[in-house]
């Protein structure tokens, strides 16, 4: 009988059990550690670092290593006022940058500074499905051009699941035009819950932050950090299905576990901060059960998004 699990010693049942959940919350802390030991930390000061691809109509005299001091008439001296100044400014395709570089204090032109980049792609939804990838920059939606992130949101969400019609930009491939319908999940908001209509993307930055090297003390500590969140929002989001403030349409089996992890291992490295962590807390908590209208990620893992400590722009 003490061969078999049942002929165990309580103690010995228990710790079988539990080994695979401990291995599997090392192996997220690792993860996280390992990335925040790769991507660096985020200098003090707001400095511009690696430029992503825009489109050529797209006006941008940035240069990396560029300290941002303002936005139109905002000041910004900390990375939390380049949001602030960043919502304080009317969104235009083109925005006064006041930057310091070699020096010398001067104004150039660059994009918005919320503009429709994708930042990641959830998982099984419905931009994952269409093919859109993190990069993509979003020209139109149903023949009206968008220059704000927030404007992709508010009209997919006025769409109410209808299809609508995206005109993206790709980095090497040009213009090309996808077709897909939101679909309607919870998010957590900070009273509880709201259900909205999304396409599974993110909102992404044009530009990286300029960075330092992290240690590894600092980077087991964001390690930790991350999948206590992870933990946190696993564990409130089976609360909210249990007590029925949430749609127990979002409680998936191993097959829909295993076509999440699939898709976000596909984006190769370009996989999404929400993929990442939603296949994370899959592991951690497949036994039980898994949350897709998280999959989009609560927390954006970007050294821009960390040094800013916001949610990020969903749609």
């Known amino acids: 009988m003490r061969q078999t699990l049942g002929g165990a010693p309580l103690w010995a049942r228990f710790a079988t059990v539990a080994a695979g959940p401990i291995f599997n919350f090392i192996l997220s802390i690792a993860v996280f550690a390992g990335m925040a030991f790769w991507q660096g930390t985020p200098v003090e000061d707001v400095q511009i670092g690696r430029i992503h691809a825009l489109p050529e109509s797209q006006t941008n005299e940035l240069k990396s290593g560029d300290v941002v001091l303002g936005i139109g008439d905002a000041p910004v001296a900390t990375w939390a006022d380049l949001g602030k100044a960043a919502e304080a400014v009317p969104a235009a395709s083109v925005q006064q940058w006041h930057v310091r570089r070699d020096g010398a204090e001067l104004t150039v032109a660059g994009p918005d500074p919320f503009p429709a980049v994708v930042g990641g792609i959830a998982p099984r939804s419905a931009a994952a499905a269409a093919g859109l990838e993190a990069g993509d920059v979003i020209l139109s939606i149903d023949g009206t051009p968008v220059t704000r992130f927030v404007e992709l949101r508010d009209k997919v969400g006025a769409a109410e699941g209808r299809p609508v019609l995206l005109q993206v930009w790709r980095p090497g491939a040009g213009v090309a035009e996808y077709t897909l319908a939101a679909r309607e999940q919870d998010l957590p908001t900070a009273t509880g819950f709201e259900r909205r209509w999304?396409?599974?993307?993110?909102?992404?930055?044009?530009?990286?932050?300029?960075?330092?090297?992290?240690?590894?003390?600092?980077?087991?500590?964001?390690?930790?950090?991350?999948?206590?969140?992870?933990?946190?929002?696993?564990?409130?989001?089976?609360?909210?299905?249990?007590?029925?403030?949430?749609?127990?349409?979002?409680?998936?089996?191993?097959?829909?576990?295993?076509?999440?992890?699939?898709?976000?291992?596909?984006?190769?490295?370009?996989?999404?901060?929400?993929g990442l962590r939603s296949c994370r807390r899959q592991s951690a908590f497949s036994t039980f059960c898994r949350f897709p209208f998280w999959t989009a990620g609560i927390w954006s893992f970007s050294p821009m998004r960390r040094s800013r400590g916001v949610p990020p722009r969903r749609g």
């Open 198 to 274: 999304l396409i599974g993307v993110t909102g992404g930055s044009f530009f990286d932050p300029a960075t330092r090297p992290t240690g590894p003390g600092e980077a087991l500590g964001t390690g930790v950090t991350r999948t206590w969140d992870i933990i946190g929002s696993s564990i409130t989001g089976l609360w909210a299905t249990v007590t029925g403030q949430i749609s127990s349409c979002n409680i998936g089996g191993a097959i829909s576990i295993a076509e999440t992890t699939g898709q976000a291992a596909s984006a190769g490295a370009r996989i999404s901060s929400g």
